[in-house]
C-alpha cells in the first residue's frame, strides 16, 4: 500500500502561482509513475500531468502546456511537485495526487489509477 498526501492549495488571483507537493508514504521502495489529475465541481476528473518514475519523462494535458511543470523531489520515490504558473479561474478544481497501474505510455484515465491522495483545492479568482 502507498499512502499520498498533497499539500500546497489555495486562494490565488488570475495569473498567480502555486506549487502543489505530493508526499507518499508506505511502499516506496519501489519507483512509481507518478501524476497529477484535477476535478472541478459538476465535471469529470480530468488528467493534468505525468512523469515517469525516474523522473527524466513528463507529459501534460494540453490545457496545461507551458504553464504547468511537474517534478520529483531529491528523493525521487517520495515526493513530486506541480509547479502551476500563470492560472486561469478555469484551473479551479481539487487537485489529486496518483500512482498508475499503466505504464507512463498508455492512456492515463482515473481507472487505470493505483493510489489517489484525498486531493487539494486550487481555486483561482478572476
Known amino acids: 500500500q502507498v499512502q499520498l498526501v498533497e499539500s500546497g492549495g489555495g486562494l490565488v488571483q488570475s495569473g498567480g502561482s502555486l506549487r502543489l507537493s505530493c508526499a507518499a508514504s508506505?511502499?516506496?521502495?519501489?519507483?512509481?509513475?507518478m501524476g497529477w489529475f484535477r476535478q472541478a465541481p459538476g465535471k469529470e476528473r480530468e488528467f493534468v500531468g505525468k512523469i515517469s518514475s525516474g523522473g527524466g519523462r513528463t507529459n501534460y494535458a494540453d490545457s496545461v502546456v507551458g504553464r504547468f511543470t511537474i517534478s520529483r523531489g531529491v528523493n525521487a520515490m517520495n515526493t513530486m511537485y506541480l509547479q502551476m504558473n500563470s492560472l486561469k479561474p478555469e484551473d479551479t478544481a481539487v487537485y489529486y495526487c496518483?500512482?498508475?497501474?499503466?505504464?507512463?505510455?498508455?492512456?492515463?484515465?482515473?481507472?487505470?489509477?493505483?493510489?489517489w491522495g484525498n486531493g487539494t483545492l486550487v481555486t483561482v479568482s478572476s
Open positions: 496518483t500512482v498508475a497501474k499503466v505504464g507512463f505510455s498508455e492512456n492515463w484515465v482515473p481507472a487505470a489509477m493505483l493510489y
Open positions: 508506505g511502499r516506496t521502495g519501489v519507483p512509481y509513475t
